[in-house]
Structure formats: C-alpha cells, structure tokens
C-alpha cells in the first residue's frame, strides 16, 4: 500500500503524530484588562516601582459597597474643594507581588491634623523599602503602626511591565472616574439614588 492510499482512508483522531504540537508552534500573550487598587495581602512579597512615574500623588474616593466590599474611585483635582470631607489624599504606588500580579496601592497621605499618623507613615516607609527589596507587611494595633518583613532570600527583580502609568491608571479606574459632582457614587452618597 502507497502512502497516498494510506492518506484516502479514514483518519485517526488520537494519531500521537497527527496531535504533536510543537512548543514553537504556540504563540501567546497576555493581555492586561484589569489592574487592581488595594493594599498588599498581610502575607504577600511585593515591590514598588522605583521609578518616580509609576507613582501618582491623587485623590480618591473609597465607596463602601457592602459590610466588606469597597470600590476606589480616582478623583479629578478640580472637585478637590467640593469633596473634601469624603475624599482621601494618597499617593498611588506601582507594585508587583511574587505572583507577577500588577496592582496600584493607596497609600494614604498624613492629614495635618495628624490623624493616623503612624499607619500612614510606616506604610509610606515600607514602600520605600519595597523600591529595593521584596517586602511583606501587616498591621500592628498594638504599636499603632504597620510592620515589615524583608524577604530572607534572593527572590530576583520583578519584570515591570511597559506600559505607562497612564495607562495602568485607566485600566485601574476604568468607569470609576469622578470627573463630575454628578458622578453615580455621589448621587448615592447625596441620597440621591
């Protein structure tokens, strides 16, 4: 029997040579449709952007959805007047965890009333220990104050992304904008809604 008759007959689904697929045959590569604003879990390893464009000093508007659940909303300058009881002053840093997960932390900027001094500024400390080392924190009640951890092992340097911060902010912000006093969420916080 020639090949070419062989080729005619019927065809076996589960031929290991008709299903062998090359590593180089497969390209992939992800997309980034989401970043997330939050603060570092109290047991993950993460670093901060060392670059002083991957950090933003804004303002924010956090939402309480539920008991547990909260929405940031990034807040244009301009309604910085208007907003001033609501609105927190922070200062957006890039970061990465260990599990290459890309994520915006608020870190809230001391008020000049000194109000929670010592959980801002400890945790504005800690991000400048994360711009050279891998770093985990967590809350101390006790001392008042957040806590850091230093990675005891060589963990390497993170694989920062290419993508500006502008566009990390859109991603991170995206319809959670408030360029407007008749944005949703204030209408909700009116009682308007």
Not at 11 to 16: E, T
Not at 98 to 105: A, E, G, I, S
Not at 163 to 188: N, T
Request: proline share 7%; charged share 35%.
């Amino acid at each position: 029997m020639t090949d070419d008759a062989r080729q005619e007959g019927p065809v076996d689904p589960f031929d290991p040579a008709a299903l062998r697929v090359s590593a180089d045959d497969v390209a992939v590569s992800a997309v980034r449709l989401t970043v997330p604003v939050r603060k570092p879990g109290r047991q993950e390893f993460f670093r901060v952007n060392p670059a002083d464009e991957y950090t933003l000093d804004a303002l924010i508007y956090v939402r309480e959805v539920d008991g547990l659940d909260r929405d940031t909303y990034l807040v244009a300058p301009s309604l910085r007047d208007e907003l001033a009881d609501v609105c927190r002053h922070v200062r957006l840093f890039t970061c990465i965890s260990r599990r290459d997960v890309l994520f915006l932390w608020p870190v809230r900027l001391p008020d000049a009333d000194g109000a929670g001094r010592l959980w801002h500024t400890s945790a504005l400390e800690i991000a400048d220990l994360a711009k050279k080392s891998w770093v985990r924190m967590r809350g101390d009640r006790d001392l008042g104050a957040y806590v850091p951890f230093l990675a005891q092992g060589d963990l390497g340097e993170p694989a920062w992304p290419d993508e500006p911060l502008r566009d990390l902010l859109k991603l991170a912000f995206k319809e959670r904008f408030i360029d407007s006093l008749h944005h949703d969420a204030l209408r909700e916080l009116r009682g308007e809604r």
